[in-house]
């Protein structure tokens, strides 16, 4: 065994001893290297753990604590990582920020002149964090999830959902005062101009109101010229106002369209998820009345779906937003995101694998084949990459389900899904793989008990959702270290080829 092969074992080995222990012997290693041979590139400006650190070819001279750990004394906890490269035996002071490294701070590790610098390669963003956020904080382990610092579980039972979109978007819960003139801003933004009901119009009936959505978000882009001027406080603010108070009335017109029926327009006097039950569902009655308990449960559901921090749709808005293009543009590609079934097209999946058990008694052969598919056929509405013990909206969404079903009668697919649940979380391939179900398990026939097709689950999610893509985008635009979002990746490519023309091909 090499020496490096055998330096590299024992920093996993001591990986058991968790977190100090495996620090100072890390350190201690590296301390040791650095007496005989090392090239170290300075700490950015000693003490100071924030400071960036500095590409440097400098030799370092050794300090007092690299001679105590040389000496097996345990070293001094710094702010850093000691990076030891094997390929050219250097090492290196990495600061440690907020528990990350900067991947930039990599980029000196080179094995000579022409080598780019060390990458770090991390296909679909498992452990490398995008951004710095102050809007959504999760827990995955613990099964916990904030708004602004607030647990999700005292937002869905205090609040309506403009409260928790003011809140996503602002920062701080409004004031009386506050909250009026937001729900007042919002509510005198609904309408659709004449031209957007045209070009809904030109869809197919059998057009998936996903599909519509997210064309029609985009096309608003071309309605509203000056939402480029994006350094624009005010015109920021405008469109976020636009975009909140629209999606409702795009989605419902997207359902209406593919029934039918004549477009409903918004009514003022109604909250945000009656108006949308309004729009949806309106038939010839002069003043259409919600029912509560269906209106807050959409409310509800709403404010579990407002944000999650940087997931799949989420990084697509601050990606395409990292261009600097209008908010409706880079709405329209976050929904395409959303459509997905991996993501916000869980609901309707869902629904559809409950059609396809049928009933009851199928389940466990169901469970079976899923298990035997190794992940060709999954589980829909289980399974999360951040939640590994239990998604907190799940719970929420279980006990709202008791209160709808009292008014629209039982659904059938629900004791499915129960069983399904039942079965799955004694499953030994589902508990070692942390599979529990997810907030969108249970919405779909939450959903479905109210009216709403299967069609209509992702656009419903994509209302929701907007708040947090619009507090997202804005807090990207506001922070003075992002720059155009533009991965780096590793090119396995043939190299350098002798074109041959097509003739002697
Ligand atoms: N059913 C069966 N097996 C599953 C499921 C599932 N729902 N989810 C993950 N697995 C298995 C995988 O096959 C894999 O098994 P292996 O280790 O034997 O290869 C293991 O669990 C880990 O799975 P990954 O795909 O690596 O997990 P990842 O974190 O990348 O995926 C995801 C998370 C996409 C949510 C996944 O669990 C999934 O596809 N779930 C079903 C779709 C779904 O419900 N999506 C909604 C998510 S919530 C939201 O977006 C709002």
């Known amino acids: 065994m090499w020496e490096g092969e055998r330096r590299n074992k024992v920093s996993r080995e001591t990986d058991v001893h968790g977190g100090a222990e495996r620090d100072r012997t890390v350190d201690l290693l590296s301390a040791i290297q650095a007496l005989s041979q090392t090239e170290l590139q300075p700490h950015g400006g000693g003490d100071d753990s924030t400071a960036p650190a500095r590409p440097s070819t400098a030799r370092r001279p050794l300090d007092r604590s690299d001679r105590i750990a040389a000496g097996g004394q345990p070293m001094e906890p710094r702010d850093s990582l000691t990076v030891t490269d094997n390929r050219t035996g250097k090492s290196y002071d990495i600061p440690v920020e907020n528990g990350a490294i900067r991947a930039m701070d990599l980029r000196p590790l080179k094995t000579g002149p022409d080598d780019f610098g060390l990458m770090v390669y991390d296909p679909a963003f498992l452990n490398t964090a995008a951004c710095k956020s102050r809007i959504t904080f999760i827990d995955g382990e613990k099964g916990i999830l904030r708004y602004r610092g607030y647990p999700i579980e005292d937002l869905a039972e205090h609040c309506e959902f403009l409260e928790v979109a003011y809140l996503l ?252 649940e039942r079965i799955a979380l004694q499953d030994d391939y589902f508990v070692k793989r942390k599979l529990y179900p997810n907030v969108d398990f249970y919405s779909g026939i939450i959903y479905q008990a109210m009216g709403f097709p299967t069609s209509m689950f992702t656009v419903l999610f994509a209302i929701a959702r907007t708040c947090g893509w619009m507090a997202q985008w804005e807090e990207l635009l506001l922070d003075p270290e992002q720059k155009i979002a533009r991965p780096r990746q590793i090119y396995l490519g043939p190299e350098d080829r002798r074109f041959v023309p097509l003739g002697k091909r």
Not at 171 to 182: C, H, T
Not at 184 to 207: V, W
Not at 214 to 220: E, K, N, Q
Not at 344 to 364: F, H, Q, T
């Open 169 to 420: 978007l602002y920062g701080e819960l409004p004031s009386r005062a506050q909250y009026e003139k937001w729900v007042h801003d919002i509510t005198f933004h609904t309408m659709l101009h004449e031209s957007i009901k045209k070009f809904m119009d030109g869809f197919n009936s059998d057009a998936h109101p996903m599909g519509i959505l997210v064309a029609t978000v985009g096309a608003l882009s071309t309605f509203y010229p000056e939402a480029r001027n994006i350094h624009d406080l005010a015109v920021r603010e405008q469109q976020i106002h636009r975009l909140v108070a629209k999606m409702p009335t795009i989605a419902a017109f997207a359902y209406r369209h593919s029934r039918g029926l004549p477009y409903a327009y918004p009514d003022n006097d109604l909250a945000y998820t009656g108006n949308f039950l309004g729009m949806m569902f309106k038939m010839t009655e002069l003043k259409y009345a919600p029912n509560p308990t269906l209106a807050r449960a959409l409310d509800i559901l709403f404010i579990l779906h407002a944000d999650h921090e940087q997931n799949c749709s989420t990084s697509a808005m601050r990606g395409i937003g990292s261009s600097h293009t209008d908010p409706f543009s880079a709405v329209a590609g976050a929904a395409a995101a959303l459509y997905g079934p991996l993501h916000g097209g869980a609901n309707e999946a869902v629904l559809r694998m409950l059609e396809e058990i049928g009933s009851k008694d199928r389940v466990p052969a169901f469970v079976k084949e899923v298990q035997q598919g190794h992940g060709e056929k999954r589980l829909m509405g289980f399974g999360h990459r951040v939640y590994k013990n239990y998604d907190p909206r799940a719970r929420i969404i279980k006990k709202i389900a008791d209160q709808v079903f009292e008014v629209t009668g039982r659904n059938r697919l629900l004791d499915i899904a129960l069983e399904l």
